[in-house]
Structure formats: structure tokens, C-alpha cells
């Protein structure tokens, strides 16, 4: 079973930071095919604007691969509008596209800040996303 999700900003720059961190296992399975990202153009734009800030020293070939890697092995929606609002306006695209997806499967938003959401089932943590995949996982070999 395929799982899909929204991936906040925060969890690729971690990933970027550390690549062996608990973020940076998520965006591995982004790789292997195992997660499946679900984007819209505002998101993408978003990355590349906060992972080009000098303040993380990322080149712009990494910036270029994450983004690469994330429409190939992606779907891109454009998001529905939802009478609940994350705290920051600046979430509220992810909140968006995860709901336009949850519309034809199950689709997780995966941020490090969980408190900036509505409380949802589906908004998870970084680690808690990382329990789904190993769930996945066991129920496939069983």
C-alpha cells in the first residue's frame, strides 16, 4: 500500500540538515517510492524559497534535486478551500492540498509543528509518520 502525504517545509529542510535524522528517514521513503508526496506549485515554491535562504548554505543543485525528486515521484493538486484554518496563513496551502487529496485517498500532512494545525488524525509528526511507514511495512510482509 502506497502512503500519501503533504510534507511541510520544516520536515525537508531537517531532512536536508540531517539526513539520517527521523526527518530525513521520511524523505528517504519519499525515494525508495514508499511515501508518496503530494504537492501543489505554491509548495514547491515555497521550498525553494526557504531552502535558498543563506542561512542554511544549501546549493542550488540540492534544492534543484529535492524539488526534482519530489515531482517525479509525486502528485500534484492545486488544493480546496476548508472552513478551518491552520494558525499560520503560510500553512494553510499545505492544509489545502492535504484535504483535496484526502478526497480520493488517505493522504497525511507530516510537519514538525503539529500545534500550528487543526488537531486531525491525519496532521502527524515526523516520528509518528515514520510508525505509519513501519505499520505499512509488517502488514506487507504478513
Do not use: W
Request: glycine share 4%; net charge positive.
Amino acid at each position: 500500500m502506497k502512503i500519501f502525504c503533504v510534507v511541510d517545509t520544516n520536515v525537508i529542510v531537517s531532512a536536508l540538515l540531517k539526513r539520517t535524522s527521523i526527518p530525513g528517514k521520511v524523505v528517504q521513503h519519499i525515494l525508495a517510492g514508499i511515501v508518496i508526496p503530494v504537492f501543489s506549485k505554491e509548495i514547491l515554491s515555497e521550498y525553494k524559497e526557504v531552502l535558498s535562504r543563506k542561512k542554511f548554505s544549501f546549493s542550488s543543485k540540492v534544492i534543484e534535486d529535492v524539488i526534482k525528486m519530489i515531482i517525479k515521484n509525486g502528485i500534484e493538486l492545486s488544493g480546496i478551500q476548508t472552513e478551518e484554518k491552520p494558525s499560520d496563513p503560510k500553512d494553510m496551502i499545505f492544509y489545502e492540498v492535504t484535504m483535496d487529496s484526502r478526497q480520493t485517498q488517505d493522504t497525511f500532512l507530516v510537519t514538525g509543528n503539529i500545534k500550528d494545525f487543526p488537531i486531525k488524525p491525519f496532521i502527524v509528526t515526523q516520528k509518528k509518520m515514520m510508525e505509519i511507514i513501519e505499520e505499512n511495512k509488517k502488514g506487507k510482509r504478513e
